[in-house]
């Protein structure tokens, strides 16, 4: 029967057991997972098209090898479709920089983020950028953070304001377009372009998630077949109420779950 | 005049004319809003002078800020 072992195709007897193909393929191991479940018992039987998982805690690890161990816990049918998506992030604050580094562990093929500010001490509060960032751009440190841990997601940096006029363009061969601006008026004008002029494009956006109220409140509004709202729809930065980074997260994760649940095609 | 706003059937006493005088009543600021009208998008230039009939069925999406 075929199993594959690090990715890769292999024909091993019919009732192998985990230890038999640990013992033949590489002895060594320290570290195993069998689909998407670490450390199986060394008895499990093996079947048809397992895939198993076998390094050592501190080997040498090649590039190639290192894609697969990093997304060895998702299933693999749902990292091929992952790797195939193009995502786009309009803004790299609060929410875009959450909603990028979570798409992009997920092992997003490609993420389109664009937005021109640079990097500022109160931004850190949630912003998922470093000290030694302040006064960079934003698209250019988050496309920094995201190289050191995912380095296998194609990262398109825009470094241009995002407005009615130009946000065709940008986000044209993203399927999926998250809306993280931080204005109102801006999440407003957005979400009416993108939805006119790229009618196809599903878009995700966020309101409500400022101050420190339920989590509760938090909902993913359905409006029409191609516009997602995630948010309480509420609590508005204006009033005074602040911004944290844990409310705030809630959000943007909610957000990239819904994106990675469209391309998995699961039901929202 | 019966609308369908965001789901949910609600009866004005007086004729609504259009999406702005809707936004009006409903105190909703036309800035912050996305509209979707019989499931075809409206511009913020628009909402002035689409006029609204009985049983329309509209999605109002009124942003807040934050991000």
């Given at each position: 029967m075929q199993i594959y072992i690090n990715d890769a195709p292999h024909t091993v007897d019919a009732q192998t057991t985990f230890a038999q193909a640990r013992a033949c393929f590489l002895p060594e191991t320290t570290a195993a997972i069998l689909n998407t479940v670490p450390n199986p018992c060394p008895e499990t039987v093996l079947q048809e098209q397992d895939r198993l998982y076998l390094y050592k805690h501190r080997g040498e690890?090649?590039?190639?090898d290192l894609l697969e161990l990093i997304l060895a816990r998702q299933p693999h049918a749902a990292t091929e479709k992952l790797r195939a998506a193009c995502v786009g992030i309009a803004g790299a604050g609060g929410l875009g920089s959450v909603v990028?580094?979570?798409?992009?562990?997920?092992?997003?093929g490609k993420l389109v983020v664009a937005d021109c500010d640079m990097v500022e001490p109160s931004n850190l509060n949630r912003q998922r950028f470093q000290l030694r960032q302040v006064g960079m751009a934003k698209t250019a440190a988050l496309a920094e953070n995201l190289r050191e841990s995912c380095p296998f997601v194609t990262i398109n940096t825009v470094q241009e304001r995002i407005s009615t006029d130009n946000c065709m363009r940008v986000f044209d061969a993203c399927a999926i377009v998250c809306e993280c601006f931080d204005a109102a008026e801006s999440k407003a004008s957005l979400v009416?372009?993108?939805?006119?002029?790229?009618?196809?494009?599903?878009?995700?956006?966020?309101s409500g998630l400022a101050g420190c109220g339920s989590a509760r409140s938090i909902t993913i509004r359905r409006v029409s077949a191609n516009l997602y709202i995630v948010g309480d729809m509420n609590?508005?930065?204006?009033?005074?109420?602040?911004l944290f980074a844990p409310r705030v997260g809630i959000v943007a994760s909610l957000q990239a779950h819904v994106a990675t649940q469209i391309i998995l095609e699961e039901p929202i | 005049m019966k609308l369908i706003i965001n789901g949910d059937e609600q009866i004005f006493d007086h004729p609504v004319a259009t999406i702005a005088q809707l936004l009006e009543?409903?105190?909703?600021?036309?800035?912050?809003?996305?509209?979707e009208l019989n499931g075809a998008v409206v511009e913020q230039h628009q909402i002035e002078t689409t006029a609204l009939q009985d049983a329309d069925h509209i999605e109002i999406v009124s942003f807040v800020g934050g991000g």
């Open positions: 690890f090649a590039d190639g990028a580094e979570n798409l992009a562990r997920a092992g997003i009416t372009a993108l939805r006119r002029q790229l009618p196809n494009c599903i878009i995700v956006a966020a609590s508005d930065a204006d009033s005074g109420i602040g | 009543q409903l105190a909703v600021p036309v800035a912050r809003t996305a509209i």
